[in-house]
C-alpha cells in the first residue's frame, strides 16, 4: 500500500508561483513512476506531468504541451517527496491536482488509468 498526501495549492494571481508537494509513505517511490494529474469542474482528468524512473540513478520527465516550460517535475527521495513547482500560472491551470503512483512502469504515463494510488488532491485557484 501507498499512501499519497499532495499538498501547496491554493489562491493565486495569474502569472505567480505555487509549488505543490504529494508527500508518499507505506513504501519507498524512488523507484516508482509518478505522475501529476488535474481535473477542472466538469472536466476529465488529464495529465500534467511524469516523473519515471530509469535503470541507475537518472528520472525521465515528460510535461504535457500545455504546461511545457512552466511547470517543473522533480523529487527529493530522501523525503520520498514529488513537487510540481508550477510557474507563470494562467487561469486556465485552475483545477484540483492529484498526484499518482505507477508501481508496475508501465511507461503509459500519460494514462491515469495504469497508476495504482492516488492522493486525495489540492485545489489551485488562478485568478485574472
Known amino acids: 500500500q501507498v499512501q499519497l498526501v499532495e499538498s501547496g495549492g491554493g489562491l493565486v494571481q495569474a502569472g505567480g508561483s505555487l509549488r505543490l508537494s504529494c508527500a508518499a509513505s507505506?513504501?519507498?517511490?524512488?523507484?516508482?513512476?509518478m505522475g501529476w494529474f488535474r481535473q477542472a469542474p466538469g472536466k476529465e482528468r488529464d495529465f500534467v506531468a511524469a516523473n519515471r524512473g530509469t535503470v541507475g540513478s537518472t528520472y525521465l520527465t515528460y510535461y504535457a504541451d500545455s504546461v511545457k516550460g512552466r511547470f517543473t517535475i522533480s523529487r527529493d527521495n530522501a523525503k520520498n517527496t514529488v513537487y510540481l513547482q508550477m510557474n507563470s500560472l494562467k487561469v486556465e491551470d485552475t483545477a484540483v491536482y492529484y498526484c499518482a503512483a505507477d508501481l508496475e512502469g508501465s511507461r503509459r504515463y500519460e494514462n491515469p488509468a495504469v497508476y495504482d494510488y492516488w492522493g486525495q488532491g489540492t485545489q489551485v485557484t488562478v485568478s485574472s
Open positions: 507505506g513504501r519507498t517511490v524512488s523507484r516508482y513512476d
